[in-house]
């Protein structure tokens, strides 16, 4: 069995889909419609901070689809 990592957010618990980078993309484990997108503070890993702009949004979607892509070469 794998081991995941676990985040709890307005009591619903969130899989860490992947990190890239200082983003986490999370998915909730009894709702797989229900995902977010967190980035981690720079001076403290446990704070998990929404995402500033629609802008940044744009890049954290950039380096996932970037991320799958180069998977998807090899």
Known sequence: MKEVDIYT???K???LL???E???FLS???NDHDMMIRKIEN?????L???????EFEKALLL???????EEEI
Do not use: A, C
């Open 64 to 70: 996932l689809v970037t991320k799958k892509l180069k």
């Open 49 to 55: 901070l929404p995402l500033e702009s629609d802008e």
């Open 22 to 24: 200082n983003y986490l």
């Open 43 to 47: 001076e403290d890993e446990e704070t």
């Open 13 to 15: 618990n969130y899989v």
């Open 18 to 20: 992947d990190r890239i």
């Open 9 to 11: 957010f307005d009591n």
């Open 28 to 30: 909730n484990e009894k």
